[in-house]
């Protein structure tokens, strides 16, 4: 039987449908009907571009469906389970002009045509690109597979039992057709496609993906905190001088003053990520208190949002963050001020090689115990005890240091 369905690539204008047709609160069906094409396309297209709003997690932090069951409620829970929204998953797809979307407390999605088509398009050039592997993941897939295809496992059996892989099914019959795996004895022949591509070469390498900043703007941050003023801000940068490392990611907790600061051998959003999971291993239920709305810049070491709003390990959303505009560090002017603190005691030109991160925790200690005319000549430290409790501080590896022994000079450190 042939299908009626329309099988061209959806257009701008069919995206434009798509979003005024949630708008009008029609469900997918109805959408795929209007637009002649399969409710499957409508769906995934949905589902694949929406954008993702976290909730207010200040207030709303735990939304599992099990909560009034459980006497002790905790984040890493096994049996954690988010509360469903059937006319955002099931129905429509997305949040668009939802009647009840001021007193939801469950998370956002929004489907926006123009950046949609934007993701599509660099979608369709991208995967004209190339391969888009490093040598040593090539290498990791490799042999993870080889040693299965000669026990004569299906390509489609090796990646439901190998989520590490993080390929589909037709992208790796396509590589081993390339050739990419005839080192390891992986070739077209092996498998049941028996097409032959030859690799062009200095193709084998990792593509970036462009930031996605909708929804996540000073614009939007500004809107945050408007509609959430109880909502405290933790600006986050990166303080280094050399570009080869290593590197001193900041948090400075904006109503306090206080900062900290995570020392990262690498400069990129998971290794800065990483601290997020230190952190909120260490806080527990006060994490969300201190870390639930981060403000940063564009660098290419926070590019990637999801990574800092979502525990990889539960899946849980444990915070809001939001970027500056482009070139303008003056929209996180607290914690660009407060390196000058740090470039007293490392200074342009010293080098860093011999830094840890026990040295980091002291060299913030005492500037932490610098009495500021913003405090009202109280420290930081002093400020954030009276808030959140001298506990906390312990937790963050941060001392009180006596007035008179405080230091904001190189030799405080004692590296050269």
């Known amino acids: 039987m042939t299908s009626n369905f329309n099988g061209k690539h959806l257009s701008l204008d069919d995206r434009k449908l798509i979003e005024e047709g949630i708008e009008k609160g029609l469900r997918k069906f109805e959408i795929a009907k209007s637009l002649n094409k399969s409710l499957s396309t409508i769906s995934k297209e949905i589902k694949r571009n ?4 976290p909730r207010n997690l200040y207030n709303y ?95 489609y059996q090796i990646l439901e039992n190998h989520k590490e892989i993080n390929l589909c099914s037709k992208t790796l019959y396509t590589y081993i057709e ?26 084998l390498k990792k593509r970036n993906e462009p930031a996605d ?38 948090f400075i907790f904006e109503h306090t003053g206080l900062m900290i600061g995570i020392l990262h051998s690498e400069k990129t959003s998971s290794s800065m990520a990483s601290s997020l999971d230190i952190f909120q291993e260490k806080l527990e239920a006060d994490y969300s208190k201190l870390f639930s709305l981060l403000l940063t810049d564009r660098g290419t070491e926070f590019a990637k949002p999801q ?18 505009d482009a070139q303008t560090p003056s929209q996180k002017p607290h914690v660009e001020n407060n ?18 991160q026990e040295k980091v925790d002291l060299m913030f200690s005492h500037i932490n115990s610098v009495p500021r005319d913003s405090l009202g000549g109280k420290t930081p430290y002093e400020a954030f005890s009276f808030f959140y409790g001298s506990k ?18 190189p030799y405080l450190l004692k590296i050269k």
């Open 307 to 324: 990574l800092f709003e979502i525990n990889a390990e539960t899946g849980e959303i444990r915070s809001n963050i939001f970027y500056c």
């Open 339 to 356: 390196h000058n603190f740090i470039r007293e005691i490392l200074p342009n030109g010293i080098s860093w090689s011999k830094l840890t």
């Open 50 to 53: 929406r954008k993702l709003k």
């Open 61 to 155: 932090s735990n939304q599992c469906i099990h909560l009034k069951d459980c006497k002790v409620c905790i984040s890493k829970c096994m049996d954690y389970e988010e509360e469903p929204c059937f006319r955002r998953d099931r129905f429509i797809g997305a949040c668009n002009n939802c009647p009840d979307i001021r007193k939801c407390k469950l998370d956002k999605y929004f489907y926006k045509a123009k950046s949609a088509h934007e993701q599509y398009l660099y979608t369709l050039k991208d995967s004209r690109e190339g391969v888009n592997l490093t040598y040593p993941e090539l290498n990791t897939i490799a042999h993870i597979i080889a040693p299965l295809i000669e026990q004569g496992q299906s390509i």
């Open 392 to 409: 906390i501080l312990d937790k963050l590896n941060i001392q009180k240091i006596e007035k008179d022994k405080v230091t904001l000079k």
């Open 213 to 250: 900043y909708t929804g996540r703007k000073y614009s939007d941050y500004i809107n945050f905190i408007k509609e959430h003023p109880n909502v405290p801000t933790t600006e986050m940068d990166t303080v280094y001088n050399n570009e080869s490392g290593p590197y001193i990611q900041t």
């Open 178 to 203: 390339m050739g990419l795996f005839r080192d390891w004895g992986i070739t077209n022949i092996s498998l049941k496609r028996k097409v032959k591509r030859k690799i062009k070469s200095k193709k």
